[in-house]
């Protein structure tokens, strides 16, 4: 892979971080060309078929989907990140895509219109998160000592809790001793470190504080 790599981000994005983290796990240097997603200029919808952050330009050619970005990079680039063996990679794949669910049960979490909506979406994400502890087995990572790209797409999840935990105490990990060391070991990784601007919590807070939603209301209080 010659050409210079450029993705195609918004600092909001979960998404993109997922991408971010899987180029700084190989090395692969590459350019960040932010886009303001609420006035998307004509050469991202030219590049982005369904409108949407990340998209990895490779020499020129668009790839869009933060999985598909994933797994491109990973049959391109060295070192493999998934696991080698097709049943056990099938998995990643299913657990990858938990992780999506959950980014949106996360989203229906802090648009939440009442405060009875927002405790139903919490118990949601925890309920959420005791399947992922049953599943935890071989830490520090999802599948032990080798990093690979379920823990990039769970990197992004745990990082709108550490935001959600300022404002008030959710129980979305309570008991989950698994998840918690797990979360730990993510937000020491430097490729999890650099995938967002430090600012990122503080953008965050404010993306939330607009939402006109409950969780809006308990950060005025
Ligand atoms: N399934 C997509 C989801 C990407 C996504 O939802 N991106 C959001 C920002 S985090 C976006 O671009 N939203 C703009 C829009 O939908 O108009 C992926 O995995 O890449």
Redesign the pocket.
């Given at each position: 892979m010659n050409a210079p790599l450029v993705l195609v981000s918004?600092a909001?994005?979960?998404?993109?971080q997922?991408a971010a983290i899987v180029l700084h796990e190989k090395g692969v240097p590459f350019e960040r060309r932010d886009v303001d997603?609420a006035d998307?200029p004509d050469w991202f919808l030219r590049v982005s078929p369904?409108?949407?952050?990340?998209v990895l330009l490779a020499g020129g050619e668009p790839i869009?989907?933060?999985?598909v970005?994933c797994e491109y990079l990973d049959e391109t680039v060295a070192p493999r990140l998934h696991p080698l063996d097709p049943l056990r990679r099938a998995r990643h794949r299913g657990w990858m895509e938990f992780g999506?669910a959950l980014l949106n049960a996360i989203a229906v979490f802090y648009n939440a219109p009442d405060e009875a909506a927002l405790l139903r979406a919490a118990a949601d994400i925890h309920r959420r998160f005791r399947q992922v502890e049953e599943v935890l087995h071989a830490p520090p990572y999802f599948d032990g000592a080798h990093f690979c790209i379920v823990d990039a797409v769970f990197a992004p999840v745990f990082r709108y809790l550490d935001v959600f935990e300022r404002i008030g105490d959710f129980g979305m990990l309570a008991g989950l001793t698994r998840v918690e060391a797990w979360r730990a070991a993510l937000a020491l990784r430097p490729s999890v470190r650099a995938a967002a601007s430090p600012h990122y919590p503080e953008l965050l807070a404010a993306f939330l504080a607009r939402r006109g939603s409950a969780l809006s209301s308990r950060m005025e209080e």
């Open positions: 918004h909001l994005c979960p998404y993109v997922r997603l998307k369904l409108g949407k952050t990340p869009f989907e933060s999985a970005i999506s």
